[in-house]
C-alpha cells in the first residue's frame, strides 16, 4: 500500500490550501482550515472578552464566514489572508457587544465600542508571530502526510536543530537523506500557505 506522501508525490502541480478551497475544496480542504484557525479565532474572541458557549457560536460564526466567502476571496496583495480574517473576527465581536451594550441614551459610546477601538484584539498577532502560529500550527496538522522516518528527521533537525550527522546515526539514515526530508517537508509546508503565510 502506497504511503499518503508517495501519493502526494505523484501530483504533477501542487497546488495551496486556498487555491485548493477556491477551486474545488474538498470536505478534507475544509477541515484542514478549520483545524488551522479555530485556535487563533478563539484566543481573538477571547481576548475581546466573550467566553464559554458564545465564545464558541461566535468562533462558528466567523468560520461560516469563510466557508462563503473564501472561494470569491481575491488574495491579490491588497489586503492579507491575516487581514481579513482578523476584519471579520473583530466586526463580529463589535456585533455582539453591540447587541448586549446598546450605546446609552445620551449616545455616548459603552465601554466596548471605546475598547476596541483602543485595544483591537486582532492586533495581538503581528505579521511575525501570525507566521509563527501558522506555521506551528500547520506542522501539527501535516504530520500525517509523511512517512514517520521522513517526519523524525525533519522535525529532529529542522524544528529541535539537532546536527545532521546525529540524526542521521540515529535514524540509521545518511545525511543526505536527512537534508532531503527537511526540503520535502519544507517545500510541501511552502506550496501548503501561500496565500496564508505572509511575507514582510
Sequence with gaps: MRSEEHNRGMQTTPVSLLQRIRKSASRQDWEQLVQLCSPLLYHWVHRGNISGDEAGDLVQDVLVT?????????YDGRQSFR??????TLNRCRDYWRKKRPKLLDGTETDWEQWSVDNDPADLFAQDQFNSYISRRSLEIMTSRFEPQTWKAFMRHAVDGEAA????LELGLTE??????????????????????ESS
Aim: charged share 20%; proline share 2%.
Design 176 to 197: 543526505g537523506a536527512v537534508y532531503s526530508a527537511k526540503c520535502r517537508v519544507m517545500k510541501v509546508l511552502r506550496t501548503e500557505l501561500e496565500g496564508i503565510f
Design 83 to 88: 487581514g481579513w480574517l482578523k476584519t471579520v
Design 66 to 74: 469563510l466557508i462563503e466567502n473564501l472561494p470569491t476571496w481575491d
Design 165 to 168: 550527522a546525529a540524526v542521521a
